[in-house]
């Protein structure tokens, strides 16, 4: 993955939602383009709060190298 690619993705409009799948395992679902900056060969992620998620990570922002992005799910179901 890189750095254009996701920067397309964030740039694209309408916006769609996405799913990003991480080596770790860690997933990160970007549902707005501001939640999500390409920097150079990393992405800066704000993790939303929310019930759901790690508790560690709630509020918090992740900074992940972009080659670490194992694939990307395109439009998640929003029901």
Same mark, same amino acid.
């Given at each position: 993955?890189?750095?254009?690619?996701?920067?397309d993705?964030l740039?694209?409009r309408?916006?769609? $939602?996405? *799913?990003?799948?991480?080596?770790? /395992?860690?997933v990160f679902?970007?549902?707005?383009?501001?939640?999500?900056?390409v920097?150079?060969? $990393?992405? *800066?992620i704000?993790v939303?709060? /929310?019930?759901?998620?790690?508790e560690?990570?709630?509020?918090?922002?992740?900074?992940?190298?972009?080659?670490h992005?194992?694939h990307?799910v395109?439009?998640?179901?929003?029901?």
């Open positions: 993955m890189g750095p254009k690619d996701l920067d993705l740039n694209k309408p916006f769609r $939602s996405f *799913r990003i799948h991480m080596t770790n /395992g860690l679902d970007i549902r707005h383009p501001d939640q999500c900056t920097t150079g060969y $990393s992405a *800066r704000v939303p709060k /929310g019930p759901l998620l790690a560690e990570l709630r509020g918090k922002t992740v900074i992940c190298s972009l080659v992005i194992t990307i395109i439009e998640l179901d929003e029901s």
